[in-house]
């Protein structure tokens, strides 16, 4: 009875560890390539950190030196807002109407869904290339489509005052990931809300904005943050489409950070700015969160309400 009692108990205890065994690679993963250089980036934001020297441990002189003595480090947060505030409003519009799109029953509707994805998975390499062509000021297909209606196309990549709407533009193209967030949270929206509303009466717009919209507010939250950071790290596209220019219009934070640590060798310094913006990022994240309880529906918070009316009644 003893031996069975232990066996048991040992029995309990390796069903208590298997999750953790099998989600150990990423927990390992996580330690080593995120934490891990998360840590050693915030140790190196205290040093002058050349590439060929010694490092030297200069407390918080990085610091200092990006509030008080880097003119650039203001410009390019205002650029990156800037850019913010343009994509993330575009981005979560296009999203969202392409998953209404989607949603639609009519013949070829997958290969569309295909189609509207396929930019999330193209690499930002390639994207670039593309609208590096596409937004060519002699030779670019759009200033070509232009030109045939009699217009004469905008300098795109080397005005300053139309560089960064064209990179708002190129990153809003791939928005196929929030489509999709949208598509499987309108899929979820039970039919009969939309049926006893026509039967009331109202229209397409009127559902819209009755129902589809109260109803995928928290899918809307969840892309207006994810949005909102990778509006603040943007890179790939201003560094293969511009590289800051023209006349640093373009110069956004993050490129601002990887020049300092790759191009100026100043791991240190880079390492500070990287952390300021992680705060920033911080901060509008936690300013979208305090928000959201004005705006964002939840379906089982209108349950209880219900309920608690339907009791007092």
Known sequence: MEHAVKRLKRIRRLEKWTPFLFISPWIV????????????????????????????FIWFDNYIKMFSDDPQFYKSIAITLKFALFYVPLSLITSLILAMLITQ???????????????????????????????NSKYGILNYALSLVGIEGPKWLID?????????????WGVGTMMLIFY????SIPPDLYESAAIDGAGPLRQFISITLPLITPTLFFNLITSTISAMQ???????????????????????????????HKLGYASANAWFMFIIILLLTALIFKSSSAWVF????????????????
């Open 234 to 264: 943007q890179l790939t596209l201003v560094l293969l489409l511009t590289s800051g220019g023209p006349l640093k219009s373009t110069y956004f934070y993050g490129l601002f950070v990887y020049n300092n640590a790759f191009k100026h």
């Open 160 to 172: 300053p005052n139309s560089a960064i709407i064209t990179i708002v533009i190129a990153s809003a």
């Open 105 to 135: 029953s009519v013949k070829g509707v997958k290969i569309f869904r295909t189609i509207f994805y396929l930019p999330a998975v193209v690499s930002g390499v390639a994207v670039s290339i593309i609208w590096g062509w596409i937004f």
């Open 298 to 313: 939840y379906e089982n918070e209108v349950k209880s309400e219900r309920k608690k009316g339907g009791k007092k009644k």
């Open 184 to 187: 499987t949270n309108i899929k």
């Open 29 to 56: 993963g996580v330690l080593l390539f995120t934490i891990g250089p998360l840590c050693v980036s915030l140790v190196m934001s205290f040093y002058d950190w050349p590439v060929t020297s010694e490092p030297k």
